[in-house]
């Protein structure tokens, strides 16, 4: 296991960025995301209506409300990789498949 990186956010800090990601929501840009219809990590294809804005890195683990750290994610894929960082988020992925393959 890789080691953990603390990052202190404070609660105005989340919120600052929450109130930026919902300024992205209402834009073209994140239309045109959705509009793909496709998860950004089981890469599969949805109806854009059922895909949600996922931070890539965390707001609670540092990450920021830009273009470069929004993805669209499907429900499933966003409620499982929760708070993850990417490298977390691959980890978890590997042992689910390590696990299928027993």
């Not at 599969?44 to 931070?55: A, G, I, N, S, V």
Request: charged share 35%.
């Amino acid at each position: 296991m890789k080691d953990c990186f603390i990052v202190s956010v404070t609660d105005a800090e989340i919120k600052r960025e929450k109130e930026k990601a919902r300024k992205l929501r209402k834009s073209q840009w994140w239309y045109r995301q959705k509009a793909r219809g496709i998860c950004h990590y089981c890469g599969k294809k949805f109806h854009p209506r059922d895909l949600t804005m996922d931070h890539v890195v965390p707001l609670t683990r540092g990450g920021k409300s830009t273009k470069g750290n929004i993805v669209a994610a499907c429900k499933e894929c966003n409620t499982k990789k929760k708070y993850l960082l990417p490298w977390e988020w691959r980890e978890y992925i590997e042992r689910l498949s390590d696990s299928a393959e027993v």
